[in-house]
């Protein structure tokens, strides 16, 4: 009996799961003709979410893969002959588009299988402790590892772009988002719906970056009115102003890692500086220059390193003392003379056979690379993904837990509207997810990967549920 019921033990139900996985498709589907629709901006919204809801409660009851995959392909005939060919602004190669996906979609749906991407990886990591991390996988590919079951919520639309949103640390139950119209929202998700927490109103320009605390009570911005400011998240108070003397734009900011007392941010003018969040004051030798406008930062684990991206493609290495706030220039590495620096992300372990610290990094010129740190601090480019990414401040992200199968996934957002997780052992997409109708800028992992957060340039926030596997259903290795 064993034996005849392995080819069968899953995570979720299969019915169900697939289910939800068309229904993801139909939701991107009504969400890409929603600007079509005779309605009012906040009717329409209301409408997707409503449908969203509607679509999930009966999968999870009722419908199977079929009936909704021949749905699906009704659906996208009719809203074709009423509203005519889907706008392909955000559409990349023919092979790419939106229609080209769904039909792809339907065909695997018709005959039953489950809509996943091809030559992805399938093992797990080939160690003597293979039983034990199939275990701890749930015995799937990378791709069933990675399946979503929709849209767990869809916020109210900002006032403006969304450029970047946010977990709080090792905390699921808090998000926050920067606004292009100078505010930032902190949303409480332990209700269900979330709900909107507080609103931090003061700046005078549009926010372009903000970061946690380590202790999740406060959240630093940068705005381009040339001030960051310290805010306490369960008032919404501003509790400093730290005022650049350079006056000019405030691109980015965060916080050290081991000591929230010191900031980092990175200006219009090319300098990385250093601020003593207590006293709002520049710390004297925390402060270097850069050969264009420092986009993103980031640190390694240890907090001695840090990384910095420019809008003239280059990438730098800092070595800076936590106790002093001395900051010391070590190296410059030009990653692009075709584009800018949007985003770094550092990852110490991506899965358990790669041990080497890794950098992630997004680039205007079309491509997601995946760095490996050699010991000498000099970098190794691993793997390069294609991206449909020219000109947005589009940030990528590390998956936060390592990865017990063989290979990992990253995941980005792109100017197609779409969500993409790549495989980094193999560069194949892994997972496409569907659902924005304009540039999607930024991602964000909750910290055990049950959620994930996304949000476009007009202003949409997505908040997206992992199909979790049941932990009865893990086979454990026999002892």
């Known amino acids: 009996a064993h034996h005849e019921n392995k080819g069968m033990a899953n995570p979720l139900n299969l019915v169900s799961r697939d289910a939800l996985n068309v229904t ?267 050969a264009g406008a420092v986009l993103c930062l980031t640190f390694d684990s240890t907090g001695t390193h840090l990384w910095a991206g420019d809008n003239k493609g280059s990438m730098y290495l800092f070595q800076l003392n936590y106790v002093t706030g001395k900051l010391q220039r070590l190296n410059r590495i030009v990653v692009s003379t075709a584009g800018m620096i949007t985003s770094i992300s550092y990852r110490t372990w991506i899965n358990r056979e790669a041990s080497d610290p890794s950098i992630l990094v997004s680039c205007t010129d079309g491509f997601l690379r995946l760095f490996r740190i050699h010991t000498d601090g000099n970098l190794f480019m691993k793997r390069k993904f294609t991206v449909k990414h020219t000109s947005q401040p589009i940030r990528s992200a590390f998956c936060p837990l390592m990865s017990f199968l063989q290979g990992a996934c990253v995941v980005t957002g792109g100017e197609d509207a779409n969500v993409y997780f790549f495989d980094t052992e193999t560069g194949v997409v892994v997972n496409r997810l569907q659902g924005h109708s304009s540039p999607v800028l930024c991602v964000c992992w909750a910290y055990d990967e049950s959620l994930l957060a996304s949000c476009d340039l007009q202003g949409i926030i997505i908040m997206w549920k992992r199909c979790v596997p049941d932990p009865k259903d893990l086979k454990l290795p026999v002892q």
Not at 77 to 94: N, T
């Open 24 to 290: 993801q498709q139909i939701v991107a589907l009504d969400t890409r003709y929603n600007a079509c629709r005779p309605l009012p901006q906040q009717h329409r919204m209301l409408y997707i979410r409503r449908r969203n809801q509607l679509l999930q409660d009966k999968a999870k009851r009722s419908d199977s893969a079929y009936i909704r995959g021949q749905y699906l392909r009704l659906r996208a005939q009719v809203l074709r002959i009423r509203y005519g060919a889907l706008d392909r602004r955000f559409q990349g190669s023919k092979r790419s588009s939106a229609m080209h996906s769904l039909r792809q979609s339907m065909e695997s749906l018709v005959t039953g299988d489950v809509y996943l991407a091809r030559n992805c990886s399938t093992g797990v990591v080939p160690t003597k402790s293979a039983e034990a991390s199939r275990a701890m996988a749930g015995d799937t590919s990378l791709a069933e590892h990675y399946a979503f079951c929709g849209m767990e919520h869809i916020f109210e639309k900002q006032a403006g772009s969304v450029v970047a949103v946010q977990f709080s640390n090792r905390d699921k139950t808090h998000l926050a988002c920067a606004c292009q119209n100078g505010t930032l929202s902190v949303f409480s998700l332990a209700n269900n719906p979330p709900t909107l927490e507080c609103t931090l109103k003061g700046h005078k320009g549009p926010v372009n970056d903000f970061d946690w605390s380590a202790s999740n009570d406060f959240i630093v911005s940068a705005s381009s009115d040339g001030t960051c400011r310290l805010w306490r998240t369960s008032t919404g108070a501003c509790l400093r102003e730290i005022v650049d003397s350079s006056t000019v734009k405030t691109l980015c900011c965060k916080f050290h890692p081991h000591n929230n007392n010191l900031l980092v941010i990175g200006n219009s003018k090319a300098q990385v500086r250093i601020f003593n969040v207590s006293t709002g004051m520049a710390i004297k030798d925390g402060s270097s220059k850069t």
